[in-house]
Every structure is written in structure tokens, then in C-alpha cells.
């Protein structure tokens, strides 16, 4: 079975704390995801990776930063921790055949609470 | 730009009754349609998906076709169950771009 996993399913952090967000994946895919999720907004793209050491803003970068130094890992930063980053936030992981994405493969959600 | 709509829920049946959740796109290219659904506290999972025109999607029951004519790709399942009730997402990717396009989600609610 393929699979994406995030280091932690919930998290506390304090104000100013610097977060990190783990993702592994293991079926050698390509492109890589962060999302965030926020009741009436959706899903919303924070950054994307399509190959190692690459990066890509997405829709709503500020704040965060992110890290692909290995293929099956992309790390997502929360430089300077804020309460209006409390979300869940969702990996997701795709192949790039030609030119073309197959389906995206998201882990288990990681629900995060700044106080 | 390309886009994803889907209806608003919630959506509250119950046990039995049949289901559609509509779901219509924009696109520039040719995409890919994907169903996905989110059980609560959980991610998104894979439900089915459609990758040209005239392709039928179908995965537990559930089914939607890739309708190119009407830019749709509307989820059905004849006989839902309570365990059916989750948020339901509508996707699209296109050729040419590595992002997934959601739309906001549908929330279903089944009632025993």
C-alpha cells in the first residue's frame, strides 16, 4: 500500500516557536505538497516540490518556509510560529508521468495549535 | 484560470437514499477529475478518478463520469450508508502543471 506519513497527528507550540512538520513518502514520487485546511476555506497550497532541492510557492507562502534534501521527504517550517497558523495541515505526494500528474496521496493530517 | 465549483453542503440523507454531488470545472488544457473524501480527523482518500472524456470513474459503489460537453464530473452512489458520511472533494489537475485544483468540499451527513 502506498504511503504518506506525517511526523505527528496533533502538535502544540507556543507564539515565536520555530515548527517543523515532517512528511515522508515511499513510492519514489516526484512531486511533493503542503497544504493547509480551514473550515470554509479548503484546502490551500502553501508550497510544492518537484524534485529534490526544488521548491515552489504556492498560494499562501508567508510565514512559512519548507526543505526537500531527500527525495521521500519534504519538511514543512513555521519560521516564527503565529496563532493564525493554528490549522490542519496535509502532505500529499504525486508522480509526474510525461506531462501529466497522477493522483495525489495525502497523509494523515497533522492538527496544529499555536497558543 | 481553472477552477473547481462543487455544491455547498451539507448535504443530509438518509439511509438508502440515492446521492449526487455536483461538481463542474474550468480548465485550459485536458484534465485529470478526481473524487476524494475526508473522514473526520483524517486526510484526504483517494475515491475514484477519470483521466479523458467519457471515462467512468467507480470505486465502493460510487460512480461519476468525466462529461467533457458539460465540464462535469458528478458523484453518485445509489444507496448511501451512515459510514458514507464524510466531506467529499472534487480535484482536477491539467496537463502541463504540477498543482491539484480543489473545489471546497461537500459535507455529507446520513441519517439511520
Known amino acids: 500500500d502506498v504511503k504518506v506519513t506525517q511526523s505527528s497527528r496533533y502538535l502544540v507550540k507556543r507564539t515565536g516557536e520555530k515548527v517543523f512538520l515532517e512528511c515522508v513518502q515511499d513510492m519514489d514520487h516526484e512531486n511533493m505538497f503542503w497544504y493547509r485546511q480551514d473550515p470554509g476555506l479548503g484546502l490551500r497550497l502553501i508550497y510544492f516540490?518537484?524534485?529534490?532541492?526544488?521548491?515552489e510557492k504556492g498560494d499562501i507562502p508567508e510565514g512559512y518556509s519548507v526543505s526537500r534534501e531527500k527525495k521521500e521527504r519534504f519538511s514543512l517550517i513555521l519560521e516564527s510560529a503565529s496563532t493564525n497558523q493554528t490549522s490542519m495541515y496535509l502532505c500529499?505526494?504525486?508522480?509526474?508521468?510525461?506531462?501529466?500528474?497522477?493522483?495525489?496521496?495525502f497523509g494523515q493530517g497533522t492538527r496544529l495549535t499555536v497558543v | 484560470g481553472d477552477s473547481v465549483t462543487q455544491m455547498e453542503g451539507p448535504v443530509t440523507l438518509s439511509e438508502e437514499a440515492f446521492l449526487t454531488i455536483n461538481c463542474t470545472y474550468t480548465?485550459?488544457?485536458?484534465?485529470?477529475l478526481f473524487w476524494y473524501v475526508q473522514y473526520p480527523g483524517e486526510g484526504l482518500q483517494l475515491l475514484l478518478k477519470?483521466?479523458?472524456?467519457?471515462d467512468k470513474g467507480s470505486n465502493k459503489g460510487f460512480e461519476a463520469t468525466y462529461r467533457k460537453e458539460t465540464t462535469s464530473f458528478h458523484l453518485e452512489k445509489g444507496s448511501v450508508q451512515v459510514s458514507d458520511s464524510a466531506v467529499y472533494f472534487c480535484a482536477q489537475t491539467t496537463s502541463g502543471t504540477y498543482k491539484y485544483i480543489f473545489g471546497t468540499g461537500t459535507r455529507l451527513k446520513v441519517l439511520a
Open positions: 500529499a505526494s504525486s508522480h509526474h508521468r510525461g506531462l501529466m500528474n497522477t493522483e495525489a496521496f
Open positions: 477519470a483521466t479523458k472524456a467519457d
Open positions: 516540490s518537484y524534485d529534490v532541492k526544488m521548491k
Open positions: 480548465a485550459t488544457g485536458y484534465p485529470s
